[in-house]
């Protein structure tokens, strides 16, 4: 939980201001995890998709070349 150091309240991190500081003093916010960052879990299914996607690619074009023969 996000709490400002000068007030003491506690903050979500969506009312925090862009810069990490308290709407209601302007002072610093501890706890507080930027909005920006992705999971490293995404970038694990994201690969997964793309090696299943290349794998199907190469498939489709031994598909194709056989049926040429």
């Known amino acids: 939980m996000a709490e400002c150091t000068d007030c003491g309240r506690y903050l979500t991190p969506t009312s925090v201001n862009p810069d990490g500081t308290c ?12 909005a ?14 793309v090696a299943y996607l290349g794998w199907r690619v190469i498939q489709g074009v031994g598909w194709a070349v056989s049926g040429l023969f």
């Open 36 to 49: 920006q960052a992705i999971p490293w879990h995404f970038w694990v299914l994201l690969s997964a998709v």
């Open 23 to 34: 709407p209601a003093c302007g002072g610093e916010v501890d706890g507080v995890r930027s």
